[in-house]
Structures are given as C-alpha cells and as structure tokens.
C-alpha cells in the first residue's frame, strides 16, 4: 500500500490503545508502519535493482523483530527521552505486521517468507493505492476534530479527551479489515467466473483479477491458456459479469531467440518477480537481421499499454547485445 495509508494505519493504532504500551507510542508507530519502505534507497541502483530489492528482505517476518528494534532505537535516540522497551517493542512490532498484511492485500505481492522462499504472496484483493481505504483513513483521521466542534465535554476538556479519537481509530480500523474482507468475498467471485468458461476451446490454467479503482464490483482479469493470454473485464453486479468482449494475446512459437532471451541476467531478474509473463518477439530493423525480445507481465498492463516490461535485444547470429527493464510505457526508439 501506499505510505499515506500505511501511516494512518499506525496512528489508528496508537489511538485504539497501543499508546498505553509506552511513552513516545506515536512516533515509534508512525516510523515503525513505514519501516520496511526504506528499500525505497535501492532505486539510487537504477530501475532493475529496485525491482530486486523492493519489497525485499525489510518486507519479510524474519526482519520483523530487526526493524522493530531499529525504529525503537531512533525514537529513543533522536527524541532523548526514556521508553519502556517491552510495550515499546511490541508496539513496533505491531505496526510493521500492518505494514506487511496491508501490501499482502494487493495485486504487487510481498515475499514475506524471505529468506527461506522467494515466493511472491498476494491475495490480489486491493489496489496498491486504493481510494476506498483512502476514505476511511480520511473519516478516522477528521473524525475527531469534527466530534471536538460539536461535543461540548471534549471542547471543554472533560474527562474523555484523553481518549481523544480512540473511537475513530478503532472504527476506522474495524473499517479497513470489514472492507478487505468484502473485497476478498468478491474476488473469489470474480475468480470463479473467470474460470467457468473455455478460451477458444482450452481450459484456464491459471487466472487472476485484478480490482478497479473505484467501483468494488469491476475487476481486470487475465486468464492464461496454454496458447494465449486472455485480457477479460467483468462486472459482477451485472446480470452477465463476462459481457465485454475479451483481448487476446497469443502467445509466441518456440523460438531461440527466447532461449536466448530467458539467459540474460535482467530478463532472469524481470522474471522472479513477473507473474503472467507474455513474451513477444519482432524484427529490430537498426540491425541486420536483428530481433528484439519483449516480456511483459499481464498484471500490469498489455503490449499495447505495458507496466512492467523488459526487452532484449538481438544480433544476426541470436546473441543478447543490449537488455533492459522499464516501468511504464517504453522510450522512444
């Protein structure tokens, strides 16, 4: 998820209690909820590096008690003021588990059981930026300067105003798990759709949805075959979900050239972290008899509108003389 999130998240869970655990509970929270983004230095490396290192090993559980120490430690250390280590490290600890739970909800995936498995985990139920979830931070967080206006005991400092937002805080938080969970009831749905039909005659061997960014009830979905790729939109409140005419995308013949391709480190590196790889292959007229190999992972976008894609490109006798890996859509040639 997104930092804006992450970080409302970790104030929602120092007002629903955990600022009991120990002095100094609001910043340890705060940095503790975004600590594991600090892989974000890797991008100084370039694009591929930060795909490697991105939601890496400060993404895993086995970092979790490491960081929790580090965020303690900085609050301790900048803020010069004394904490109790045990609620300060259970707190710390709490707010990097948010982290981890709230970016396993998106379609990017996290490999939280590094170092033991590279395996990207995700449950493909949220946008990695999503406006619904925005909405509640945004009531949580407003809440209670709004209820300040209007309650007279609060305005005046009255008792309760050392609770200040904790209702908010836990509403908000009760909100956010209430909503990931309809939205994982309605992935299933959509999963199951998806995979109800045949793509010209094959079976789906796998399929995935993706969320819309507004409305919970539409998804992209892309279902693989063995020959294609299927691009398929539905709309779950519609009485036929699967109405829109699917995209496909066939997938290329054997090919040396992909052999070729598949040995080269960055399409190596673009391909542990690729889902539904598509690859494509097409002459590359600046040189002769030259080609040039395209993988893009379906996740993210098609060839005519890619997200995450890498490309090699080949010589007249099949070998590799220039890869990369780009965000986006690529450069002008």
């Not at 490491?66 to 707010?95: H, N, Q």
């Not at 007279?152 to 105003?161: V, Y």
């Not at 109405?243 to 960055?266: N, Q």
């Not at 996740?299 to 890996?325: C, D, W, Y």
């Amino acid at each position: 998820m997104d930092n804006l999130t992450h970080t409302a998240v970790g104030l929602f869970l120092c007002r629903a209690g955990l600022n009991r655990l120990t002095p100094r509970a609001i910043p340890i929270l705060l940095l503790a909820a975004n600590a594991p983004d600090m892989d974000v230095v890797s991008a100084a490396g370039g694009s591929l590096n930060y795909l490697h290192y991105h939601r890496h090993l400060t993404h895993s559980l086995a970092a979790l008690p490491f960081l929790a120490i580090l965020a303690v430690a900085l609050v301790r250390l900048i803020g010069r003021k004394p904490v109790k280590w045990g609620g300060a490290l259970a707190a710390a600890s709490i707010g990097l588990a948010s982290h981890l739970l709230l970016d396993w909800t998106n379609i990017y995936g996290i490999r939280m059981l590094l170092p033991f498995s590279a395996e990207w985990l995700r449950l493909d139920i949220t946008s990695v930026v999503d406006l619904w979830i925005w909405a509640i931070c945004l009531l949580g967080i407003a809440g209670p300067f709004l209820s300040r206006l209007v309650g007279s005991e609060i305005a005046s400092g009255g008792p309760r105003s050392r609770h200040h937002g904790r209702g908010f805080a836990i509403f908000a938080l009760l909100m956010i798990l209430a909503y990931d969970t309809g939205r994982g009831a309605i992935h299933a749905r959509a999963v199951a759709a998806l995979s109800s039909r045949l793509y010209e005659g094959s079976l789906p061997d796998y399929v995935f949805a993706a969320p819309d960014a507004l409305n919970p009830f539409r998804w992209r979905g892309v279902v693989e075959t063995s020959s294609t790729y299927v691009v398929q939109d539905l709309n779950l409140a519609s009485p036929d979900p699967l109405s829109v005419r699917p995209v496909l995308f066939h997938k290329p013949d054997p090919d040396p050239a992909l052999a070729a391709a598949r040995r080269d480190a960055t399409i190596r590196e673009f391909l542990r972290f690729a889902q539904f790889p598509l690859w494509r292959i097409t002459p590359w007229p600046e040189i002769e008899n030259g080609r040039v190999v395209e993988v893009f992972d379906m996740r993210f976008g098609t060839p005519s509108a890619p997200g995450f894609m890498a490309k090699a490109i080949l010589n007249g006798r099949g070998e590799v003389i220039q890869s990369e890996f780009q965000f986006g859509t690529p450069r002008a040639r």
